[in-house]
């Protein structure tokens, strides 16, 4: 079994920063791709960032130049640090976790709310 736990949502004021933390673990012998996602109330869940294990980088276009995301040295955990936030960034953001090349789970999220 394989879980996905994220960290380190909260609220922060328009223009400040956070850092999401991820971490996986279980029967886990590689790992693909990792990645954030987000829903917003009322929206489709999507893309923010993903990380390959190549260390290739994709972001959405709303977050390019402000996000950032990065594996730790343990290649099972991955960050996402957030800055100049803006309260459209407000949602549950997600976890993904690509492994054992075909296989897929999600972590239980974590709010961010950004207040203007």
């Known amino acids: 079994q394989v879980q996905v736990v994220e960290s380190g949502g909260g609220l922060v004021q328009a223009g400040g920063s956070l850092r999401l933390s991820c971490a996986a673990s279980g029967s886990i012998f590689s790992i693909n791709v990792m990645g954030w996602y987000r829903q917003a109330p009322g929206k489709q869940r999507e893309l923010v960032a993903t990380i390959t294990s190549g260390d290739t980088t994709n972001y959405a276009d709303s977050v390019k130049g402000r996000f950032a995301i990065s594996r730790g040295n343990a290649k099972n955990t991955v960050y996402l640090q957030m800055n100049s936030l803006k309260p459209e960034d407000t949602g549950v953001y997600y976890c993904?976790?690509?492994?054992?090349?075909?296989?897929?789970?999600w972590g239980q999220g974590t709010q961010v709310t950004v207040s203007s």
């Open positions: 993904n976790l690509v492994y054992n090349h075909y296989l897929i789970t």
